[in-house]
């Protein structure tokens, strides 16, 4: 019969102890725990959430200009050039991402700048060469949408209490569906030459591409308002429920944003494994356990970073040096908020500029060939 473990216990001369009372010990969960850390407080103001949320009002702004004076142009041609009279302004072109990619794909192909929407192409090169530079900045710093799906989830915050992360199993195949819209965008455009892509774009409908896009709205039947109103309140449960799932430019921009030199990082010698990163990322990413984050799914809020008590503990940053000394780790590697703006800026602003100067900003198109193609909108397919 075996001998009980405890008889061996008394037999060394220990005390009886009760079953009840007896702790068994077992390694910590996190062995950087098992050594005390000298804890950095941030002794420095973290101004990241105020020059990202002063640069998505900026856009926002902006988008709400463009948007009231194309529809003015509009409407200003439906009625055969009476009223307002307004000029179309070449940045609402910025809402065509796939007539973006196709003239994108014509100036890869030939070498020419397309005469049709060229505002669509500049602006989709602006975004992805932000992606490629900064991450997914562009979704959490300028689109519009993005900037909506954070005022509904944090209004659903309010309203709820909390948000809500989907399990995993059905978290990660939702998370590819952005991935297969956007697959099936660049097959298609991609099975077009490039002499197809301006014949195309030549037609009545892909002359009024965006006229078509403003009808869509402006004509919007029952099934199309329930899926909005869907989306709203899905947005409103779920952190960036459409850029998270559904949307497949953040896709194409977070396939892009994996060749970024800058990343969310990590300093394991300073981190006191508080956990704050992680509970911030809006995109439910482990940045309390990685080094850096790689993952395409990063937007470069800077929530996490934001929410670092530690100073230097988390950084947006590039790779940072191979020394012992925090400060001379990251000199001169950290993009902080201040630099993201501006360099942000710069690359939009620069790519709008080049745009003009060199002629291949506006689409040009005699009035008389406009207000035929406004007036008649709703006949042109494609």
Known sequence: MPENPHSAHRKCGAPDVPESVIVVSRPPRNASLDTK???????TREYSQRFRHAAQMIFMALNVYLGTQFYLWVRYLEHGGHGIQVSRPPGIEGWLPIVGL??????VATGRVPAIHPAAMFLFMAFVLISLLFKR????WLCPIGTVSEWLWRAGTRLFGRTFRLAPWIDIPLRGTKYLVLGFFVFSVGALSAAGIRAFMHTPFGLVADVKLLDFFREAGLPVIETLAALVVLSMVVQNF?????CPYGALMGIVSLLSPLKVRRDAQRCIDCGKCARACPSGLAVDRLPQVR???????????????????????????????PALRWRG????????????????VGMVLVAQATGHWQTHVLQRIEVELVRHADAWTH
């Not at 799914?297 to 000394?325: T, Y």
């Not at 590697?333 to 939009?348: D, L, S, W």
């Open 333 to 348: 590697r950290v993009a902080g908020p201040a630099t993201t703006a501006a360099a942000i800026t710069i690359v939009f």
């Open 295 to 325: 993952s395409p799914e990063c937007i470069a809020c800077m929530r996490c970073v934001a929410s670092c008590p530690v100073e230097r503990g988390l950084q947006f940053a590039a790779a940072p040096r191979n020394a012992v000394d």
């Open 137 to 140: 900045a562009f979704c959490s």
């Open 37 to 43: 850390k000298k804890i950095n407080r941030r002794t």
């Open 102 to 107: 196709m003239n994108t794909a014509y100036f």
């Open 242 to 246: 459409w850029c998270r799932y559904l």
